[in-house]
C-alpha cells in the first residue's frame, strides 16, 4: 500500500467516526453532470496512404460518440480546529456509436479518440472509474489526498473529451496570508480521458505507449500567485517529474480598463531542462530538434515565451499574442499519450504550436450576443499561424527546414439561461490544422457536446 492509500484510509476512518458532525453533512454538495460527446476526425493529405500508417492501422477518418455520466460528492468539514472531509468521483461512460473501425485507435496505442479498446481494437461498451479524495483543513490551509484535478501552470487536468482526466496524489493549498495562495503537492499517477485505469507519468516522445517508452511515478510541483495589487497578478511555480524535467514558471496577468473596456494582459514564461536519465538516456528522451539523434529526440532544453493581449467592450473580445519556443526539444508537459493539456496560451483543439524554434502569432474574436438580447449565446474564432521549425528525420539529419502550421477554431455555445432547461449547454467546436511538417497529417475536425448538470444535494 503507497503513502497516499494509506493517508486516504486513515483519514477515511477518521471520518467514519465524525461524521455526524455539524458542518460535514450541512455544507456538503452532489451534482450528477452529463455530458453527450460525438466528434469526428478527417486525417487528410500527405502520407495518408503509406505503408507505415497502413501497417499500424491510422486511419483516414475517426468518428465516435457517447454519453458520460459525471457524478461528484463534496463533503463539508468537521467541527474543531482541525476539520476532515472527504470528496468523491463517479465517472462513467457509455458508447453509443464507434463501429466500423473509426475509433483511432492504432496498433500502438491502447485507445481510441473517446474510449478504451479492447484487445482487437475494437471500442468497449462502456468504461467507468471511481476516486476518492480525503481533505483536512486548518484555518484557510487545505490538505487533499487522493483523487486530484489540479489547473495550475506546471500541471492541467485536461476535460476535452466524454470524460475528465484524474491524477493521484496529493495537495496542499493555503489562502493565510492576505493576496497570496500558495500550492504545493506530488503527484503518482494519472487516469487518462480514454481509461479506467491509473498510469504512471512521462512526456512526448518518451512515453510508454511508445516502443521504448519510459515512465515516472514522482512528479512534485509548488509555487503561488500573489495579488500586487486588485489589477496585477504574479505567479511563480516549479515542476519536476523526475528522470524527465525540471520546470520554472514565471506569469503576469494585468488588466486595465481603457476607454469603455477592459485590456487583459497575459505574460508567460517557462525554462525547462532535463532531469536525471533523461539528460543521458536515449529511452528517456523526448521530442525535437536535435541533430545528431534519431527523430531529433533528445534531452529537455527550452525556453518558452508568450505574451497575450485580450480587449473586452461591449460584448466584443478582440485578442492578438506571440509565442517563441526555443532551444533544442520541444516544449514537455505531463504527456502519457492519452491526451493531455499544457498551460501555454497557443494549445488549441488540435494542435500545441510548441516545437522547438517554433514562432506563432495569433489572432481571436469572441462575441458575447447577450448585448443584443440572446442571453447564453456565444461565439469565438481563434487563427494561429507557427513557422521556424526545423524537424530531424531516422537518420539523425535535418528533413524539414523552416516548417510551418496554421489552425483555424471556431466555436458556438448556447446555455439556456432560465426556465425549465436552465443550465442546458450546447456547444459546436470546429478546427481546421494544416500543416508541411514531415510525417504529420492535416486534420480537420467537430465537436458536438450536449450537457447538463444536475444538483442532487
Known sequence: ???????????????????????????????????????????RDHDANTAANKRNGVQSKNEEWGQGFDLRFT?????????????????????????????????????????????????????????????????QTELKLGTLQPKLPVIVTNDGR?????????????????????VGGQIEHAKGRNSSNNEELSIA?????????????????????????????????????????????LGLVHNWAIGPGVLKSDFRYFNSSDDGANGHDSSYY??????????????????????????????????????????????????????????????MQIAKFARAGERTWQARYSYDFAKVGVPGLTAGVVYLRGDNIDTVGLNGRENGSDSSEWERDLTVGYVVPEGPLKNLG?????????????????????????SYSIPLL
Open 1 to 43: 500500500m503507497n503513502k497516499s492509500t494509506l493517508a486516504l484510509a486513515v483519514a477515511v476512518g477518521v471520518l467514519a467516526q465524525q461524521a455526524s458532525a455539524a458542518g460535514f453533512i450541512e455544507d456538503s454538495k452532489a451534482t450528477l453532470g452529463l455530458r453527450n460527446f460525438y466528434i469526428n476526425t478527417d486525417n
Open 75 to 139: 463533503s463539508g468539514y468537521t467541527q474543531g480546529t482541525v476539520g476532515f472531509g472527504i470528496d468523491a468521483i463517479g465517472l462513467l461512460g457509455v458508447r453509443l456509436d464507434s463501429g466500423g473501425g473509426t475509433n483511432g485507435a492504432t496498433a500502438t496505442s491502447y485507445g481510441g479518440t473517446v474510449f478504451p479498446s479492447k484487445s482487437n481494437g475494437e471500442a468497449v461498451d462502456n468504461f467507468s472509474s471511481l476516486g476518492l479524495t480525503a481533505k483536512a483543513k486548518i484555518s
Open 162 to 182: 466524454l470524460l475528465p482526466q484524474t491524477f493521484q496524489g496529493g495537495q496542499i493549498t493555503s489562502n493565510d496570508i492576505k493576496d497570496l495562495t500558495l
Open 205 to 249: 516522445g518518451a512515453n510508454a505507449h511508445t516502443a521504448a517508452g519510459r515512465d515516472s511515478n514522482k512528479f512534485i510541483y509548488g509555487g503561488g500567485d500573489y495579488k500586487i495589487t486588485k489589477d496585477l497578478t504574479a505567479q511563480y511555480y516549479y515542476g519536476n517529474l523526475e528522470d524527465f524535467y525540471k520546470q520554472h514558471f
Open 286 to 347: 523526448t521530442t525535437g530538434n536535435d541533430t545528431g539523434f534519431s527523430n531529433g529526440r533528445g534531452k529537455v532544453d527550452n525556453n518558452l515565451y508568450s505574451g497575450l493581449f485580450l480587449y473586452t467592450v461591449a460584448g466584443h473580445t478582440f485578442g492578438g499574442g506571440y509565442q517563441a519556443s526555443n532551444g533544442n526539444s520541444d516544449f514537455p508537459w505531463l504527456n502519457q499519450g492519452d491526451g493531455s493539456s499544457a498551460y501555454i496560451t497557443t494549445d
Open 426 to 450: 450546447l456547444m459546436w467546436k470546429n478546427a481546421s490544422w494544416r500543416n508541411d511538417v514531415p510525417g504529420q497529417r492535416d486534420q480537420d475536425e467537430n465537436r458536438l457536446i450536449l
